[in-house]
């Protein structure tokens, strides 16, 4: 189990050096990341660099270390360069899916990875940014799209069947409503495009009503249904958990942190079938293998919370989990197809937009 270190101790060991700098976006978990992937020089891979939070803590943590960070979102890139600086040559940055990771790695001529780190779902960086369309809190461009490439939230919400967009919101935003939300969305695009994040949020409370005492906005599991399925964010994350489990070399450690159910659910699955808890992953495996290749012991035997002082301290924070393992000296097995499946639409919905 992880031990917890007091604040000001976890605190003390990421002020210093010359990486140590405060950031526009607060990591979540951070100390507690840190301290399960067990730092022991090597090469580290932040998978999901943002706003370099968790790089920038890597680096602070163990002088030995290098680090390859990954990002799909240009401006995280450009944003990020002042930090490559700071590191003195043990940052490089990497402008990609994480989902491609392994292949990312190849390229930067790197083999395997001693630590790997996914911090999933989507950065404040972009949920503050108006232009990016990522929240109804300002009104701005329904877009929504990480790597600013492929279609618009925009476009699913004005193209596609009324049926996928119901699927889309109910199985992605689990939200119970999803089937009126679509009609509303299907009659209002008729008198002309929804191009807003205001546009549709308004359309969303007017058949959603927000639960007596609850602080979330009526929109809020759409938009989430429409961002997972615009960047298809659940497929990258399997892809990204495969991976890592084929770059880490033996005795590397996975960290993941999650923000919602469906993620941690896909996150849970792998390192329980991937560590001999769960035999869902020996049917898929070549030549019907009774037995579960263990690829990965479990570092966290449980999905670690944020203390209270946390959340006080970042309210985005809430509803975060981390999970960790260990990768053993086994085989890399075959991808796991039941994860596939819980990342993926119902077989109706995956046509995708109307033609």
Same mark, same amino acid.
């Given at each position: 189990?992880?031990?917890?270190?007091?604040?000001?101790?976890?605190?003390?060991?990421?002020?210093?050096?010359?990486?140590?700098?405060?950031?526009?976006?607060?990591?979540?978990?951070?100390?507690?990341?840190?301290?399960?992937?067990?730092?022991?020089?090597?090469?580290?891979?932040?998978?999901?660099?943002?706003?370099?939070? !968790?790089?920038?803590?890597?680096?602070?943590?163990?002088?030995?270390?290098?680090?390859?960070?990954?990002?799909?979102?240009?401006?995280?890139?450009a944003n990020g360069q002042a930090l490559v600086a700071e590191a003195g040559g043990r940052l490089r940055l990497v402008s990609g899916r994480f989902g491609d990771l392994d292949a990312l790695l190849d390229e930067a001529g790197e083999a395997k990875a001693d630590r790997v780190v996914l911090d999933?779902?989507?950065?404040?960086?972009?949920?503050?940014?108006?232009?990016?369309?990522?929240?109804?809190?300002?009104?701005?461009?329904?877009?929504?799209?990480?790597?600013?490439?492929?279609?618009?939230?925009?476009?699913?919400?004005?193209?596609?069947?009324?049926?996928?967009?119901?699927?889309?919101? !109910?199985? !992605?935003?689990?939200?119970?409503?999803?089937?009126?939300?679509? #009609?509303?969305?299907?009659?209002?695009? #008729?008198?002309?495009?929804?191009? &807003?994040?205001?546009?549709?949020?308004?359309?969303?409370?007017?058949?959603?009503?927000?639960?007596?005492?609850?602080?979330?906005?009526?929109?809020?599991?759409?938009?989430?249904?429409?961002?997972?399925?615009?960047?298809?964010?659940?497929?990258?994350?399997?892809?990204?958990?495969?991976?890592?489990?084929?770059?880490?070399?033996?005795?590397?450690?996975?960290?993941?942190?999650?923000?919602?159910?469906?993620?941690? #659910?896909?996150?849970?699955?792998?390192?329980?079938? +991937?560590?001999?808890?769960?035999?869902?992953?020996? +049917?898929?495996?070549?030549?019907?293998?009774?037995?579960?290749?263990?690829?990965?012991?479990?570092?966290?035997?449980?999905?670690?919370?944020?203390?209270?002082?946390?959340?006080?301290?970042?309210?985005?924070?809430?509803?975060?989990?981390?999970?960790?393992?260990?990768? &053993?000296?086994?085989?890399?097995?075959?991808?796991?197809?039941?994860?596939?499946?819980?990342?993926?639409?119902?077989?109706?919905?995956?046509?995708?937009?109307?033609?």
């Amino acid at each position: 189990m992880i031990r917890r270190r007091p604040p000001a101790e976890m605190a003390a060991a990421h002020r210093d050096g010359p990486v140590a700098a405060a950031q526009p976006h607060v990591p979540v978990l951070l100390d507690e990341v840190v301290e399960s992937l067990n730092l022991d020089g090597g090469l580290a891979v932040d998978g999901t660099f943002g706003a370099g939070g !968790y790089t920038r803590a890597l680096l602070a943590a163990d002088p030995a270390l290098q680090v390859i960070a990954i990002d799909r979102d240009p401006q995280a890139i450009a944003n990020g360069q002042a930090l490559v600086a700071e590191a003195g040559g043990r940052l490089r940055l990497v402008s990609g899916r994480f989902g491609d990771l392994d292949a990312l790695l190849d390229e930067a001529g790197e083999a395997k990875a001693d630590r790997v780190v996914l911090d999933i779902g989507v950065s404040s960086m972009q949920l503050d940014a108006p232009e990016r369309g990522f929240s109804f809190r300002n009104d701005g461009p329904l877009d929504m799209r990480m790597g600013k490439d492929g279609p618009s939230a925009a476009d699913i919400v004005n193209e596609a069947d009324e049926t996928v967009l119901a699927d889309i919101i !109910y199985h !992605y935003g689990e939200e119970r409503r999803s089937r009126a939300v679509a #009609r509303t969305i299907h009659e209002a695009r #008729r008198r002309g495009r929804i191009e &807003t994040t205001a546009q549709l949020a308004e359309l969303v409370a007017s058949v959603v009503w927000a639960e007596p005492g609850s602080h979330i906005h009526p929109a809020t599991r759409t938009f989430q249904g429409l961002r997972i399925a615009v960047n298809d964010e659940l497929g990258e994350l399997v892809r990204a958990l495969h991976a890592a489990e084929r770059v880490l070399a033996p005795g590397g450690r996975l960290a993941v942190v999650t923000f919602h159910s469906l993620e941690d #659910r896909i996150v849970k699955q792998f390192f329980a079938a +991937r560590s001999g808890r769960s035999a869902q992953g020996s +049917r898929h495996l070549p030549g019907g293998q009774a037995e579960t290749i263990r690829s990965f012991r479990l570092v966290t035997k449980g999905p670690v919370l944020p203390g209270e002082a946390e959340i006080a301290r970042n309210p985005r924070a809430r509803s975060a989990k981390l999970r960790a393992g260990e990768r &053993t000296e086994s085989e890399t097995p075959e991808p796991l197809a039941a994860l596939h499946a819980l990342a993926s639409l119902p077989e109706a919905a995956r046509g995708g937009h109307r033609r």
